[in-house]
């Protein structure tokens, strides 16, 4: 079943090709792969990252306010026909805690409500809901399609609770040209190292017996944002792509 609305943490750590495999292999006994990993295998993401010509969006968003909020065009293949399904989603930040707003749709109908207004003729409440939010946040920002990322993932859930996931990403891809999903997978790879960007997505506390495991590997969370990288990278801001200890 797709999930619509989120609201949880997400804590994020860089780990090491070595971590990872170490780390797969216990989440392996206590969780299972999600609903997109196929036979135990990972699977691609490609995100359209919305924002305003003089990048208002990303820029405010570094600076860590007690709200923020960002708009991407999400989806799990390359669309290869208006009929392919996409997701429109709104993601928040209050006071640490994540809310994200996905409405579904066709490339076709986002493509229309994005680029000419025309507002698609959804069939559930909740994502009719979903679209007047997205809708009240395109008029406050004047947006277009800035920076396309894309990276590989391979993710985990808990048993009992569908609340907790586990998730890694690498091969992280970004662009500022052809900013399109029909363009194809290619760009600049993000972080300059082989580390993958672990995260764990929560509502509540992280289990004791993950929480062990991350302390005695000395894996510390730190704060990334692949957009938020992506705009330091491009603009030569003051930050290299690795994890410092403790952040």
């Given amino acids: 079943m797709i999930t619509k609305t989120f609201k949880r943490y997400e804590i994020k750590y860089f780990v090491t090709p070595e971590q990872f495999i170490t780390i797969k292999a216990a989440l392996e006994k206590k969780m299972v792969p999600d609903e997109f990993c196929k036979n135990g295998g ?20 570094l ?5 923020k909020e960002k708009l ?8 290869t ?14 006071g640490g805690i994540v809310a994200k707003r996905r409405a579904i749709m066709s490339f ?14 959804l069939k559930t409440y909740q994502d009719k809901q979903v679209l007047a939010e997205i809708s009240s946040f395109l008029k406050q920002h004047q947006v277009k399609p800035k920076v396309f990322i894309s990276y590989e993932r391979v993710a985990y859930t808990d048993k ?6 586990v998730s890694f990403d690498s091969n992280i891809l970004t662009r500022r040209n052809d900013v399109s999903l029909t363009k194809g997978d290619y760009g600049s790879e993000l972080l300059d ?22 302390s005695d590997m000395k894996i510390y969370k730190t704060n990334f ?17 690795k994890k410092t200890a403790g952040e």
């Fill in 193 to 214: 190292s082989d580390a993958l960007l672990m995260e764990i997505k929560c509502g509540g506390t992280i289990p004791f017996w993950l929480c062990r495991m991350l």
């Fill in 63 to 67: 600076d860590k306010p007690y709200f």
């Fill in 81 to 94: 026909s208006g009929e392919d399904i996409v997701f429109l989603e709104l993601k928040k930040k209050i």
């Fill in 225 to 241: 944002s692949k957009y938020g990288a992506e705009y330091k990278k491009q603009f030569d801001c003051p930050w290299n792509g």
């Fill in 72 to 79: 991407r065009l999400r989806s799990y293949t390359m669309p």
């Fill in 108 to 121: 076709t109908q986002a493509s229309d409500f994005l680029e000419k207004g025309v507002e698609p003729e």
């Fill in 160 to 165: 009992d609770d569908p609340d907790f996931r």
């Fill in 42 to 61: 990972s699977y691609m993401i490609y995100n359209l990252y919305f924002d305003t010509e003089n990048d208002e969006i990303i820029r405010r968003s």
